[in-house]
T-cell receptor
């Protein structure tokens, strides 16, 4: 099976712009989660989508949003970019069972630089 | 609420020496525990996980970890490290929802 793919791998934007990142999960996985990784704050959970619905949300401002399509692909959008949004954005996918933990598989990330 | 503390931000170790990376967690409910590795410019790769059962968990690349409920710890160990183990290691906890990560430990192998 192909792994989790994220596009683009690198992005450079300027303050005030908006950006859309894309994540394609492992085939058959219906849950997609997004994480932000920065040197100062570490790895922080943004949100999780399952069957096109947001299932869980972290503590980020409303400028950060996401969505999931019927084929389970997910996008996250950041509007009005700030310098502090510079980070590695990681996507993870998993299947969701009912009786056991379902491992999350991570993509390589999108490195966003805000100038 | 859940939290994870990785006590060492950097650990230098000579090649072929043993290593222990420390992780303590706190949670009000039963948890699942994980160690992930991140190589430069890459995403996270799962090294091992504790879900239930035996408290000694073996993972990939010769790593193992021991779940200690009374000390709320999940330390990662390897008896003999290799240059290729140079990476950042993250401990994480989950209640089957989001993953909560520690701040990471950078393992540097000295030839």
């Amino acid at each position: 099976k192909a792994g989790v793919t994220q596009t683009p791998r690198y992005l450079i934007k300027t303050r005030g712009q908006q950006v859309t990142l894309s994540c394609s999960p492992i085939s058959g996985h219906r849950s997609v989660s997004w994480y932000q990784q920065t040197p100062g704050q570490g790895l922080q959970f943004l949100f999780e989508y399952f069957s096109e619905t947001q299932r869980n949300k972290g503590n980020f401002p409303g400028r950060f949003s996401g969505r999931q399509f019927s084929n389970s692909r997910s996008e996250m959008n950041v509007s009005t970019l700030e310098l502090g949004d510079s980070a590695l954005y990681l996507c993870a996918s998993r299947s969701l069972g009912t009786n056991s933990y379902n491992e999350q598989f991570f993509g390589p990330g999108t490195r966003l630089t805000v100038l | 609420a859940q939290s994870v503390t990785q006590l060492d931000s950097q650990v230098p170790v000579f090649e072929e020496a043993p290593v222990e990376l420390r992780c303590n967690y706190s949670s009000s409910v039963s948890v699942y525990l994980f160690w992930y590795v991140q190589y430069p410019n890459q995403g996270l790769q799962l090294l091992l996980k504790y879900l239930s059962g035996s408290t000694l968990v073996k993972g990939i690349n010769g790593f193992e970890a021991e779940f200690n409920k009374s000390q709320t710890s999940f330390h990662l160990r390897k008896p003999s490290v290799h240059i290729s183990d140079t990476a950042e290691y993250f401990c994480a906890v989950s209640g089957n929802e989001k993953l909560t990560f520690g701040t990471g430990t950078r393992l540097t192998i000295i030839p």
